[in-house]
Structures are given as structure tokens and as C-alpha cells.
């Protein structure tokens, strides 16, 4: 008998999400950090999205579960498995159908996709080959200033100027950065700095793929206040506010993937 | 053309033949090219194996034949064709590179061939991307330890992998010996590695100067004195001498071979195409190169003629389900040339042309010196790499137009080069141009002759993420077969 549930699983570099919708609406979300095995990842926070949904008591109770991921990474016990590209780019128009631009900024990588008036992929550019600007980039720097990362996220807001980060490498800017504390230069003129740095790839990639209102920034970094404000201020342009947690977004565009295809 | 309905009978009948053009073309190139080992280097084969390890890599012929696994009938039999050539032509070559020193004249290529000229003067070619390109196919990972070497050194791991291979060569004293070296500014990886070699091996060095605007009077005017300055610098500096009589020979034969080259190219036009992928590019690198001017170019290109035309008389395709017709922008994929089996047998791709392939074609009038001269000049400054990777952006839109519109074009698979920043310069204004017609370009990063950048599952993920989500395609086949 059909449950009328639907869910959507993103398993990606350092977390994995889900989401879980019924014929209506989202009615459960988890996230949590990815393990080594992707197949662990997905059931365990696919349990932890079940555990909100009393109707439902295991994976095999819902109508269609569609799997997304990281590069080649699947949901092997998915119906179906799609691309993040696609999953991201139906996340995003589902929360607001005016976006024709996304940026998604994951644990390891960067992409940039643009988006038809009917929701579906036009184009897209990534950077895989550089974690500056990635999740991984943002962990390290929050290492150096010894913060969390909400923390870290609005310590730029308060700058009044920039100190420039010229490295290009994740790593030597940790270095830089390092540096620059030393000499007691103001931390939050040095993270501003960094979210410039890396608000200028974004901006960079969206340009190559064609910008356009509206725009969205997806994936935990969009979180990063700090990172919102810089490429908003880049761009001359807004970006979109999601109701919805934008690091969701993967796993929405699965949830509603799956239940499109039922 | 429509693909015909076939019976099971006629299946295993088809099979059985295409397994043996296989193995009768398996034999067929280790026969032919064991023979011309031992007839011109005979035992000695084996301490040069040993001072040239590259050699050992040219042996394993088995990416060539692996490439041929679900391509059939006459497009399995072009392939065989191409690569039975390429073998038996390679180690003819290097059997000639090895056994006269004296004569061989090291030329930094950049997809620039001086062997019609160098054979006319009796000396012996020697193509500096030849074995980096080759053994790259065979072996995607032959090249890194010279790669590494060159790197130890000191050169920079910016520049294209295919300088950083050919210095790393060097390096480890695994060149060659030659006796002088030609040059030419046609490629900016490789500009410096003429001096590299010139300084290391305390030769002679001659450069080519190629003019950026190449397709002007006043450029061949200037290109044609250029070759003739370079012909008396030779003459000077090597054993070799000019023979114009016998290079009027190797041009009127050349000449043939344009046309043969383009009776093919015009076959690529039909929809589906008879024929495709390596039959282009991998013809385009061998014939202007190691067989320019020889009746075994013509004899190449009349051979893969008659493979397409085979198809067309039975109404098959060489991709029975071809569903887009690609152009290959930047330099095909050496290191992972499996890449186009893949697009054809899951995603119904063909590749019709591609950018380093096709030019404008020249035929040399040969009734005088100035004129082979002058043709020489023009077929030369019309080369792929000279006028596409530099230059201004109108050569570059050029030909990339002409090719778009002359082979009906759908699809643009751009081999993002990262060695190659001229070209990478170029890539904004590529991916303007094919939103302004309308043309789904895939973009995806690669370095021509390193794997270790972007794998073959890299590459392929990439490609599968843009069919999939771009081009909304459904793949014809989950997994490929012999894709390693």
C-alpha cells in the first residue's frame, strides 16, 4: 500500500542530509556528518528523517527514495540515483521559482549552475580540483581563528575595511592568515578578507555560466553571513532567501524528484 | 541511411567477423612490426629497449586494440587500419631515428611537420610530441616519471604536460641523439624546450619564426623565405642536401594525400556519419606526420575511404545509435582517448571533427621551387595548432564556424586543456559563442597527456553529469565494456 512519503538523500563530502516530503510539503529533515562509507551515511540520517514521521517505520516504507551525491558517490539502496546538479537546481526553483542562478558551495567543491524558466539545467561549471573557497576551506580558517563557524560566519560584518588575501591556495592561506594574526592585524578585517577572496570565485563562476536574477547560494557555506554579504556586495545584485535550510536543498530536489517520478 | 533490421544468424555471422578482423589485424601489426624491427635494428633492439624504456611502452599495443570493443564492421575495420599503420609506421621511425644520428634532425613539432622538406634533403625526422602522445595512449601513465624528472628540475608544472614529458626525456637521457634542432613559436608550452634541448645536448638551433596573422600574402611570402633560410641553415649544419626534384615527388604525393584526406572528410558530412572519432583525429595525426608525402599516407586515407564507403553501401553507421553529432574543441583527449567509444556507446555521441584536425587544405602547386615554396609555407601556417592556439580570436572563430556549420555540427566537446593558456584564455568567449548559436558545450578540465590531473573516471563523471543534466539524455547503457 502506498505510504504517500517521499525521500530525497544527499550524500556528500562532509555531510549528508535528507528529506522527506508528502504529497503537500516537507515533513522531515536531517542532516549529519558523512561517514566513509556512503551507504552508512545515507541510512543513517535517512533513520534520523524517519524518526520525525510517525507513519513511516523504515526506508522500505516509502513510495520512491531517490539518492544524490558527490562525484560518483551513490545511495545504493536509492530507486534511483541522480545528479547533485539536477537535485540542487529542483531544490532551489522549488523554494523560490524565480532563481535562474545557483551557486552551491559544498565540503569540496564549487559549482555554479544556470537555471530555464521551467526549473530544469541550463549549464554548469565546477571547480573540483581546489577546496579554496569550499567547505574545507571555511573549516580550516575557523581552525586558525579558533572559533565556530557562526561565529566565524558574522565576524566580517563588523569590519569597516578588508585585509586582502592574496593566496590563492587554501593552504598557503591558512598560512597567510596565520601570519596576519600574528601581527595583530584586527581578525575581523582578516575575515573579511577571506570572504571576499572567496566570494570573488563565486562570483567568477557564476559569471562563466552566465548570471542572472535571481540568484541562490546553496550548501552549508550558505550559512556563512559573512559570505552572503560579501558576494551580495560583489555582485550588485540580491541573493535569494530561503524559508528552507539552503544546505538542504540537494535533498529536497531528490524528495521532490522522487515524488514527480511516482 | 537507415540502420537495417539484422537476424540472429547474421548477428553471429557480423560478430565472428568483426572478432576476426581483430585478431587477424592483432597479428597483422606485431608481425609487421617485429619484422621491421629485426630487419633494421635486429638484436641491437633490445640495448636500445634498455637505453630508451619508452620503447618498452610502445610494445603493449593492447588500449589500440581494446579501443575497437563494440565499434563494428567497416568503423572496426578503419580503426584496425589506422592503428596497424600507426605501429608498423612508429617503429619504422624510430628504427631510422635510431640508426642514423647523424641525420636526424629534432623538430619541436606543435603540430607543425617539416618531414616533407627534412625527407627531401635526406635527413631523418624526429617529432618531439610523437612518443609522448603514442605512449600516453597506450599507457596513460607512461609519461609521469618524465613528467616528474622535468619537474625535479625545475620547469614548471604550469606548462603542458606534453614540454613537460619531452624535457623530462631529456633529462633522463633518454633522447635520441640528434644532430640538430629545429624550433618554432607555434606552441607556447613548447617554445622554451627548443633552447632547453639546444643548451642540454649542445646542438645547433635553428627557429622558425610563424607569423601570429598567418593567412596574408605578405605571411607566406615571409613564412616561404623563412623555410628557405631554414633548408640553407640545414644544408650548412647537417649531412643533408636538397634534392628539389624529390621533393616535387613527396609534394605531388602529398598533394594525393589531400585529396584522399578530403574525399574522407567529405564522407563525415552524411547523417549518421559512416565512420568517426579516432578514424579523424588519429588519421589527422599520424598521415601529416610520420607519413607525409609517402604513398602509405595515400594508401591510409584511401583505405579508411572505402571502410566509410562500405558502410554507406550497406546503409550502416559507425554509431548505430548516433543521436549528436560532436566537433572535439582543443586538442583531442590523448590520455583518455577511450573517452569517445564511451560517448558513443552511452550516449549515442559521435565525433565527426575535431579542432586539431581540420584545416584549411592546401595543394602545392609543385611547378617551380617558388611555388612549392610559397605552398609549403601556406600548408604549413594553416596548421591546427599554429593558427588556432595563437593568433587572434578571428582564426580561432574561424575555423571553430566553419567546422560548425560545415559538419552540421550539435554538440561541442571541449577538452579543457589546462597546459594550454592561450587556448584557456579563449574559453569565456567559446562558451558566448556556442550560447549565441544555441550549441551545448561540455567543458571539462584535463591535462593532455597526464592522467593524474583528471582520471578516466573523472573525465567520464564529467562527461555523464553534462549528458545527464545538460543535454537531458538517457544513457543507452549503464556500463561500457573494456573501459579501464
Not at chain 1, 67 to 90: M, Q, W
Not at chain 2, 316 to 329: K, L, Q
Not at chain 2, 444 to 473: G, H, N, W
Amino acid at each position: 500500500m502506498a505510504s504517500g512519503y517521499f525521500a530525497g538523500c544527499d550524500v556528500g563530502s562532509t555531510t549528508t542530509k535528507a528529506v522527506i516530503v508528502n504529497k503537500d510539503k516537507i515533513v522531515a529533515r536531517s542532516i549529519t556528518a558523512s561517514k566513509v562509507d556512503p551507504e552508512k551515511s545515507a541510512r543513517a540520517v535517512l533513520n534520523l528523517a524517519i524518526q520525525q514521521v510517525k507513519d513511516i517505520q523504515g526506508i522500505e516504507d516509502f513510495d520512491c527514495l531517490v539518492g544524490t551525491g558527490y562525484g560518483r558517490i551513490e545511495v545504493p539502496f536509492a530507486d534511483k540515483n541522480i545528479s547533485e546538479l539536477t537535485c540542487h537546481t529542483i531544490g532551489a526553483f522549488t523554494c523560490d521559482s524565480k532563481v535562474r542562478s545557483i551557486v552551491d558551495i559544498g565540503g569540496q567543491d564549487l559549482k555554479a549552475i544556470a537555471v530555464n524558466e521551467d526549473g530544469t539545467l541550463l549549464d554548469f561549471v565546477m571547480n573540483d580540483k581546489c577546496a579554496a573557497g569550499t567547505g574545507k576551506f571555511f573549516e580550516a580558517m575557523c581552525r586558525v581563528f579558533e572559533t565556530e563557524f557562526d561565529e566565524f560566519s558574522e565576524l566580517s560584518l563588523r569590519a569597516k575595511k578588508a585585509v586582502p588575501i592574496t593566496s590563492q591556495c587554501s593552504v598557503f592561506a591558512e598560512s597567510e592568515v596565520l601570519s596576519l594574526i600574528s601581527k595583530k592585524v584586527a581578525p575581523d578585517a582578516i575575515a573579511l578578507g577571506i570572504q571576499e577572496s572567496v566570494a570573488q570565485r563565486c562570483y567568477a563562476l557564476l559569471r562563466r555560466v552566465g548570471l542572472k536574477e535571481k540568484i541562490a547560494i546553496t550548501g552549508g557555506c550558505a550559512k556563512n553571513k559573512g559570505l552572503v554579504d560579501a558576494l551580495t556586495k560583489i555582485m550588485k545584485l540580491e541573493v535569494v532567501h530561503f524559508d528552507e535550510d539552503p544546505q538542504l536543498m540537494g535533498a529536497l530536489g531528490a524528495a521532490i524528484l522522487a515524488r514527480n517520478s511516482h | 541511411m537507415s540502420t537495417p533490421q539484422v537476424n540472429a544468424s547474421e548477428s553471429i555471422l557480423s560478430s565472428t567477423r568483426d572478432n576476426w578482423l581483430l585478431w587477424k589485424s592483432i597479428g597483422k601489426t606485431y608481425f609487421g612490426a617485429g619484422k621491421t624491427i629485426l630487419k633494421k635494428r635486429g638484436p641491437k633492439i633490445l640495448a636500445d629497449a634498455k637505453q630508451y624504456p619508452w620503447i618498452g611502452e610502445l610494445a603493449d599495443l593492447r588500449s589500440f586494440f581494446r579501443s575497437v570493443s563494440g565499434r563494428n564492421g567497416a568503423y572496426r575495420k578503419a580503426i584496425l587500419t589506422l592503428f596497424e599503420a600507426t605501429a608498423t609506421n612508429v617503429v619504422d621511425y624510430v628504427a631510422d631515428v635510431l640508426n642514423q644520428p647523424e641525420r636526424v634532425v629534432y623538430f619541436q613539432s606543435a603540430g607543425l611537420a617539416l618531414t616533407e622538406i627534412l625527407k627531401s634533403m635526406d635527413l631523418v625526422p624526429y617529432i618531439d610530441m610523437g612518443i609522448p602522445v603514442v605512449s600516453s595512449m597506450l599507457n596513460p601513465s607512461s609519461m609521469a616519471v618524465y613528467m616528474d624528472a622535468a619537474e625535479s628540475e625545475g620547469v614548471s608544472s604550469d606548462i603542458c604536460s606534453l614540454g613537460r614529458a619531452g624535457q623530462g626525456i631529456l633529462f633522463k637521457g633518454h633522447y635520441p641523439k640528434a644532430s640538430v634542432i629545429v624550433g618554432n613559436n607555434g606552441c607556447e608550452g613548447q617554445v622554451n624546450s627548443s633552447l632547453l634541448y639546444a643548451k642540454k645536448q649542445g646542438l645547433p638551433l635553428f627557429i622558425l619564426d610563424m607569423p601570429n596573422i598567418y593567412n596574408t600574402e605578405r605571411a607566406e611570402e615571409f613564412f616561404a623565405r623563412e623555410l628557405r633560410r631554414m633548408i640553407e641553415w640545414l644544408t650548412s649544419n647537417t649531412p643533408g642536401k636538397m634534392d628539389w626534384d624529390r621533393l616535387k615527388e613527396v609534394l605531388d604525393i602529398r598533394n594525393r594525400q589531400e585529396e584522399a584526406k578530403l574525399e574522407l572528410w567529405e564522407l563525415m558530412r552524411l547523417k549518421p556519419a559512416p565512420l568517426a572519432a579516432e578514424v579523424i583525429f588519429f588519421s589527422q595525426l599520424i598521415a601529416p606526420t610520420f607519413l607525409a608525402g609517402t604513398p602509405a599516407a595515400v594508401e591510409l586515407y584511401e583505405a579508411l575511404c572505402e571502410c566509410g564507403q562500405e558502410n554507406i553501401r550497406k546503409g550502416v553507421a559507425a554509431n548505430p545509435n548516433e543521436r549528436y553529432r560532436a566537433v572535439v574543441w582543443h586538442p583531442f583527449m590523448a590520455v583518455h582517448f577511450h573517452i569517445y567509444r564511451y560517448l558513443e556507446l552511452k550516449w549515442g555521441v559521435t565525433v565527426i571533427q575535431d579542432s586539431m584536425s581540420y584545416s584549411e587544405t592546401v595543394f602545392v602547386d609543385t611547378s617551380s621551387v617558388e611555388s612549392m615554396m610559397r605552398g609549403l609555407a601556406r600548408m604549413m601556417l594553416n596548421t591546427p595548432m599554429i593558427n588556432i592556439a595563437r593568433g587572434t580570436a578571428a582564426n580561432y572563430f574561424q575555423t571553430f564556424e566553419q567546422i560548425v556549420d560545415q559538419y552540421d555540427i550539435d554538440l561541442v566537446l571541449v577538452g579543457d586543456h589546462i597546459g594550454c593558456k592561450s587556448v584557456a584564455g579563449m574559453t569565456g568567449l567559446l562558451r558566448d559563442r556556442c550560447r549565441e548559436r544555441g550549441l551545448p558545450a561540455a567543458f571539462i578540465p584535463y591535462d593532455l597527456i597526464d592522467p593524474r590531473f583528471a582520471s578516466m573516471s573523472d573525465v567520464m563523471t564529467r562527461f555523464d553529469q553534462f549528458m545527464e543534466t545538460v543535454m537531458k539524455a538517457e544513457p543507452l547503457m549503464e556500463t561500457v565494456p573494456d573501459i579501464v
